[in-house]
């Protein structure tokens, strides 16, 4: 069945970087496109990024454009979202999904913390 | 970019059915998909393209949408419904997913 994992939240201060990995199983990971969600607490569902099935293409949120990147390992069947100049509105649980970019999001995570804090 | 609005919370008694609104322009044009998530597990899919459910979803959960409105009903609604649930649409003007801001689902 179709296992996703996040990984690699924690706490970091304002300014900082952090890198979040998610494993994926159960399904060919190269053909499919895959998305960032999260979700600040006590907040809603906010989107945050896609990248194509074949890497070609990435868009972002407006929140997040210019300082998060999302990218892929085909070969370890892993998506990734690096953070660059976090911000304390970034703190939220971050979600992988899979899906067509302009479809569905079939498939989630059960998402990994991140903190922004001094 | 797309604005979904959603009434925030919504409350119903056991065994009755639950109807939770998606407003937006020109929805009826669009492919909307509904999220339910609870605390600390992953969102679950239960309706894509307006009206279909995925495999594993009960009959009870149901989609529909028509002009500037989509609606998911759940019909026979038990205390294991109790959850969030989030519109979705994909804005192709702005290349974003656009999520609803949540209805909070109380089973009284």
């Known amino acids: 069945q179709v296992q996703l994992a996040e990984s690699g939240g924690g706490v970091v201060q304002p300014g900082r970087s952090l890198r979040l990995s998610c494993a994926a199983s159960?399904?060919?990971?190269?053909?499919?496109?895959m998305h960032w969600v999260r979700q600040v607490p006590g907040k809603g569902l906010q989107w945050v990024a896609v990248i194509s099935y074949d890497g070609g293409d990435q868009y972002y949120a407006d929140s997040v454009t210019g300082r998060f990147t999302i990218s892929r390992d085909d070969f370890k069947n892993t998506l990734y979202l690096q953070m660059n100049s976090l911000k304390p509105e970034d703190t939220a649980v971050y979600h992988c999904?899979?899906?067509?970019?302009?479809?569905?999001?079939?498939?989630w995570g059960r998402g990994t913390l991140v903190t922004v804090s001094s | 970019s797309s604005v979904l609005t959603q009434p925030s919370s919504v409350s119903v008694a056991p065994g009755q059915t639950a109807r939770i609104t998606c407003g937006g322009s020109?929805?009826?044009?669009?492919?909307v998909h509904w999220y339910q998530h609870k605390p600390g597990q992953a969102p679950v899919l239960v309706i894509h393209f307006d009206s279909d459910r995925p495999s594993g979803i009960p009959e009870r959960f149901s989609g529909s949408n028509s002009g500037n409105t989509a609606t998911l009903t759940i019909s026979g609604v038990g205390a294991g419904d109790e959850a969030d649930y989030y519109c979705q649409v994909w804005d192709s003007n702005s290349d974003h997913v656009v999520f609803g801001g949540g209805t909070k689902l109380t089973v009284l």
């Open positions: 159960g399904f060919i990971f190269s053909n499919y496109d």
């Open positions: 999904a899979k899906g067509p970019m302009t479809a569905m999001l079939d498939y």
């Open positions: 020109n929805l009826g044009g669009k492919g």
